[in-house]
């Protein structure tokens, strides 16, 4: 075995065969894991809610660069003024120094004491960004300037001026990759106001959820053919083919959604679906209809037929292991299957 370090000499063995040196990324890398730990501790000890009162216990400060920058003007500034005795200079440094500190009460009163307030998101498909809104409440009589707020951990920031006795919304975007319930992303606030010498910030925990809707499929092959009614009628449901089952001339009053579309765009004549016949057929969405193996892939058909039947004003179903959704139609029926979907 190769010793690392020699008796007596300051010999330094090198790496052993078939391994590599760790670069300086590998450094970096480091240091980012110890943030992305730090973050985690820290938001673990955060209590979960959806709004939140700035205190000085939860509103917290540092310098900036441009912080640190003035803190060794002002010390260059006070050696030089000592070293010749500048009484002109003495006054230049404490009053830098009396600005930075009055800067540093002011940022500290922009955060202290505001009411933020989130502003329950909309169900979203996977893949989407969702927006979600926070309403920054001040009850103070002077305006509260450069106020942001982000994800934690994200360089997008959106920025707004708090009026007195007012308020103002942001919308902050973030990603939701996967279906089901997802969490709100932890929030931070921060304000660099007025001089840019001291940060002041906060972290924020929401407890709001998101819905996430399976991302529909892009291509989706048409809708499946329906059921006949259990009272024994045997009327197929309308193709969404060239044919055009179930179609008659339009009527004035038609809903627009139960225009054949397309066969207006190709011969340029108005043709409703014809409600009648569509009573006497269901049509049923189930997974063993996709022609899909992937249980993921199963529900992204699935979301993507609930849009296109409730798009062509058909009433349908859903059919799940463990769950079964009558025939219907409407906005209320569509978010009915679609959270069956996201939750399955």
Not at 154 to 178: K, N, Q, Y
Request: net charge positive.
């Amino acid at each position: 075995m190769t010793k690392a370090h020699d008796v007596g000499n300051s010999f330094t063995a090198g790496p052993p065969q078939g391994e590599t040196v760790p670069s300086g990324g590998s450094a970096a890398h480091k240091v980012a894991s110890v943030g992305a730990l730090f973050q985690k501790w820290l938001e673990s000890r955060l209590p979960l809610s959806d709004s939140i009162i700035l205190t000085q216990r939860n509103v917290y400060i540092l310098p900036t660069g441009a912080g640190f920058m003035l803190a060794a003007t002002l010390l260059l500034l006070l050696v030089t003024s000592i070293n010749y005795q500048l009484n002109l200079g003495y006054l230049l440094t404490f009053l830098l120094a009396g600005s930075a500190i009055v800067g540093m009460h002011v940022g500290h009163g922009t955060l202290h004491g505001l009411n933020l307030s989130l502003l329950l998101p909309e169900p979203q498909f996977a893949g989407a960004n969702a927006l979600v809104g926070v309403s920054l409440q001040s009850r103070r009589r002077a305006v509260r300037y450069g106020i942001g707020v982000a994800v934690m951990g994200s360089e997008h920031w959106a920025w707004a001026d708090v009026p007195s006795f007012g308020s103002s919304t942001l919308h902050i975007a973030f990603s939701l990759p996967r279906r089901g319930w997802q969490r709100v992303p932890t929030l931070t606030a921060e304000t660099r106001f007025p001089l840019g010498t001291f940060r002041v910030w906060t972290v924020w925990r929401p407890a709001a959820q998101v819905l996430v809707y399976p991302a529909p499929e892009s291509a989706a092959p048409p809708l499946p053919q329906g059921e006949a009614r259990a009272d024994g009628a045997t009327s197929a449901h309308p193709s969404t083919s060239d044919d055009y089952d179930g179609v008659r001339a339009y009527r004035r009053g038609d809903p627009p959604k139960r225009i054949v579309w397309k066969k207006f765009a190709k011969a340029d004549e108005l043709i409703s679906r014809d409600a009648e016949q569509l009573q006497h057929c269901e049509l049923w969405l189930d997974p063993t209809l996709c022609g899909a193996r992937d249980p993921e892939q199963q529900l992204s058909r699935l979301c993507a037929w609930v849009l296109q039947a409730e798009h062509q004003g058909f009433d349908y179903g859903l059919r799940l292991p463990g769950l079964e959704i009558k025939p219907g139609s409407g906005s209320a029926h569509q978010a009915r299957c679609l959270r069956a979907l996201a939750l399955c």
